[in-house]
Nanobody
Framework: QVQLVESGGGLVQVGGSLSLSCAASGIIFNINTMGWYRQAPGKQRELVASITNDGSTNYADSVKGRFTISRDNAKNTVYLQMNSLRPEDTAVYYC???????????????WGQGTQVTVSS
């Protein structure tokens, strides 16, 4: 079992910055991807950014150039630095971990409890 503990988030004005972090504990296999998703009221949950165990990153078009995802493998922690925040970035942000054993096709998927990010104008 894996637990994800998120921190960060809060209220910020337009153009401001926030940082999120998510620490994972438990059984995490060598092949894994950590990421951040978000869900705004009335909308579906969407991928914000993800990073694989070997450092490959993927970003939603809406956050490219403004958000940066990084990770510390020794601490099993993923970070999301959010700059130039906009009102449309307001959402609950969820940490996600997908992991599988080498040679296995079975992925295990875990979620954090979510943290609110509010960008006020």
């Amino acid at each position: 079992q894996v637990q994800l503990v998120e921190s960060g988030g809060g209220l910020v004005q337009v153009g401001g910055s926030l940082s999120l972090s998510c620490a994972a504990s438990g059984i995490i296999f060598n092949i894994n991807t950590m990421g951040w998703y978000r869900q705004a009221p009335g909308k579906q949950r969407e991928l914000v950014a993800s990073i694989t165990n070997d450092g490959s990153t993927n970003y939603a078009d809406s956050v490219k150039g403004r958000f940066t995802i990084s990770r510390d493998n020794a601490k099993n922690t993923v970070y999301l630095q959010m700059n130039s925040l906009r009102p449309e970035d307001t959402a609950v942000y969820y940490c996600n971990l997908e992991t599988r054993r080498v040679g296995s096709g079975t992925w295990y998927d875990y979620w954090g409890q979510g943290t609110q990010v509010t960008v006020s104008s």
